[in-house]
């Protein structure tokens, strides 16, 4: 069995619609007689010139925004045009052209979230000189920044990348930000060989044009270029031997877990791998493919996916094994995944319509050997890292609940100088986690006190003092940025688990651990769809309760209600946390509770 070449290579039993992109920007939406027209975005990477576009031409006029087709490639430079919906008719008033006020979204990809005080520091610098004001852990352990003025865009790029960061690759139909288990345990070896694999993963896998460096990273008077992160310089100019000239047909999605913290939530992922462990190291890992949570409830042909197991790989001194696999993968969706039809793009819908033995033959098939089967291993348990643990090595790391992501300063919290003044006096190795929160690392007894005293002191809660049920919340931005939003939900989240907290107290159930995630629209950026209890916005102030998943992530839930006022989301819970008090099985959890009575079983 040859392996075909690393460049993208027309379909031999079925047509590839990369074949129809032609190498002028006017034939590339021409379809042929026998395939579907290629979706508009196809036609607009085929024609950028691996992803330049007019970026720097438009970067250097007066317009608060860009044209539609440059929107379309900013995001595979880690960024997003966004407008503050909240001012819209503020801004019609104004006569501000276009009606809206614009800014940027800039997204920082942080292999397994792990970064140094310096970036962080820099990150909040951003922040509050180009930003909003405020900065955005992730969930998928990057760093986003708000409100950022076009004028001020190649700015804030190239100071991230200065700190040896990179924007690249952190949005777009491209892999997106390494997904990994984030605690520091000096103790336990696997969480390091974790790490490791996913900076390999983000360095094989990134995007090789270097339209990036010349847009963002070079002075437009002397065309020097800066001292910046480049992940691996680009070898080839103007040459993508992974992705080819059309990149992926979407965004694709990858994370590194073991089953006893699956905190990197490899079931949601287009390929999630999970550890298999013996003595205290990996000897190879079991291949998830074919996650997703991104739905459109109003077409029935989308749905929400669960990743299979497709294989064992095992792994020696290195992670080549491993990350040949994952290549082969990517390069079959990048073969034959969807380019006409965006809302069925992702790999979950490749394999739905070959089925896993199809795709793992084609998969076998660019590698150039045979698999294994996977090993029979299942997810036990999710470490979300928080509070004092000691790391094996006589020093501690903290884990900070953050909620929903979002540090900022306000009169009560001032969150954001505590971090400045902890990344500038002891000055920790710091770990974004998948949950939104920090951790700072390698603490010695009296660094814990410093550290616990700056936070007391600006009026920072400590974790201890966080509920359960906070504690495993989480929400996406969502209004009034995010151009997708239907309803809140960051700026909702906190009020539905201030309500939440005082019926589990009179419940008697303050001390259950279960997942609850919002999202402000069904693209589900914050993974509800496999929570104990998924809060989805359907429309305007109403939200679609979704039960059943759990906090392990490898379970989907189901639609327990929809169409659900904010004000009544709680009160639609409680008959049913009520009869989880009342008619659980030992030891279960909620989620495992609310699966095994089914809807029906439900009271409510």
């Known amino acids: 069995m040859s392996a075909p070449s690393d460049q993208p290579t027309p379909a031999a039993k079925k047509p590839n619609p990369l074949d129809m992109l032609k190498a002028s920007k006017a034939e590339a939406t021409k379809p042929t007689t026998d395939e579907p027209k290629p979706s508009k975005a196809e036609g607009i990477k085929i024609g950028s010139n691996y992803l330049r576009g007019t970026i720097a031409e438009e970067l250097t006029n007066d317009a608060p925004n860009f044209s539609g087709p440059n929107g379309v490639l900013l995001k595979h430079h880690g960024t997003y045009e966004q407008d503050n919906r909240d001012r819209r008719a503020e801004a019609k008033a104004e006569g501000v052209p276009g009606g809206k006020y614009y800014s940027f979204m800039v997204r920082t990809a942080v292999p397994g979230g792990k970064i140094t005080s310096?970036?962080?520091?820099?990150?909040?610098d951003l922040g509050t000189q180009l930003g909003d004001g405020t900065l955005r852990i992730t969930t998928r352990q990057g760093l986003q920044?708000?409100?950022?003025?076009?004028?001020?865009?190649?700015?804030?790029?190239?100071?991230?990348?200065?700190v040896q960061l990179t924007t690249l690759a952190a949005c777009g139909d491209v892999r997106r930000n390494l997904m990994c288990s984030p605690a520091p345990y000096k103790s336990d070896p696997v969480y390091d060989?974790?790490?490791?694999?996913?900076?390999?993963?983000?360095?094989?896998?990134?995007?090789?044009?270097?339209?990036?460096?010349?847009?963002?990273?070079?002075?437009?008077?002397?065309?020097a270029k800066t001292n910046v992160a480049t992940n691996g310089s680009a070898k080839h100019k103007d040459?993508?031997?992974?992705?080819?000239?059309?990149?992926?047909?979407?965004?694709?999605?990858?994370?590194v877990a073991i089953p006893g913290d699956n905190s990197a939530d490899v079931y949601a992922q287009d390929i999630g791998l999970l550890a298999v462990c013996e003595d205290w190291r990996v000897v190879g890992y079991n291949v998830l493919v074919g996650g997703g949570m991104g739905v459109t409830p109003s077409a029935a042909k989308t749905f929400v996916g669960i990743a299979q197991?497709?294989?064992?790989?095992?792994?020696?001194?290195?992670?080549?094994?491993?990350?040949?696999?994952?290549?082969a993968i990517l390069r079959v969706q990048r073969d034959f995944g969807n380019r006409s039809d965006r809302k069925t793009a992702r790999l979950k819908y490749l394999i739905r319509n070959w089925g896993l033995p199809k795709f793992t033959k084609k998969v076998e098939e660019y590698l150039g050997h045979d698999l294994q089967p996977p090993r029979p291993i299942k997810v036990a348990d999710y470490n979300d890292s928080l509070g004092w643990h000691e790391q094996g090595d006589g020093r501690w790391f903290y884990g900070l609940f953050v909620e929903n992501g979002r540090v900022k300063d306000t009169e009560?919290?001032?969150?954001?100088?505590?971090?400045?003044?902890?990344?500038?006096?002891?000055?920790?190795?710091?770990?974004?986690?998948?949950?939104?929160?920090?951790?700072?690392?390698?603490?010695?007894?009296?660094?814990?006190?410093?550290?616990e005293g700056t936070l007391v002191h600006h009026g920072v809660t400590l974790t201890?003092?966080?509920?359960?049920?906070?504690?495993?919340?989480?929400?996406?931005?969502?209004?009034?940025?995010?151009?997708?939003?239907?309803?809140e939900s960051e700026r909702m989240l906190p009020t539905i688990m201030d309500e939440m907290e005082q019926q589990l107290e009179a419940l008697g159930l303050e001390e259950e651990v279960f997942t609850t995630r919002m999202t402000g629209c069904p693209n589900g950026c914050s993974r509800p769809y496999n929570a104990d209890i998924g809060l989805v916005g359907k429309t305007k102030g109403k939200y679609t309760i979704f039960l059943g998943g759990r906090r392990q992530g490898d379970r989907l839930n189901w639609i327990y209600k929809d169409l659900v006022p904010a004000a009544d989301v709680v009160p639609t819970l409680v008959p049913v946390l009520k009869q989880f008090g009342e008619a659980r099985e030992p030891g279960e959890s909620f989620g495992d509770f609310c699966d095994r009575m089914g809807k029906e079983g439900l009271v409510g």
């Open 118 to 124: 310096q970036q962080l520091l820099e990150h909040l």
């Open 145 to 162: 920044l708000h409100g950022v003025l076009k004028s001020n865009l190649k700015q804030a790029i190239r100071r991230i990348n200065e």
């Open 193 to 223: 060989q974790m790490q490791q694999l996913a900076d390999e993963l983000a360095l094989e896998l990134k995007p090789n044009t270097t339209a990036y460096h010349e847009i963002w990273l070079t002075d437009s008077e002397t065309g």
């Open 239 to 255: 040459s993508e031997p992974l992705y080819g000239k059309a990149y992926l047909p979407r965004k694709f999605k990858l994370g």
């Open 309 to 327: 197991p497709m294989a064992f790989v095992p792994v020696d001194e290195s992670n080549a094994a491993v990350i040949g696999v994952a290549k």
């Open 412 to 451: 009560e919290v001032q969150l954001m100088t505590a971090l400045r003044e902890i990344t500038t006096t002891i000055a920790p190795p710091i770990r974004l986690t998948p949950h939104q929160n920090l951790i700072f690392c390698d603490l010695t007894e009296d660094d814990r006190e410093r550290l």
């Open 464 to 487: 201890d003092e966080v509920t359960n049920s906070r504690r495993w919340s989480m929400a996406c931005p969502a209004l009034p940025m995010c151009g997708l939003a239907v309803t």
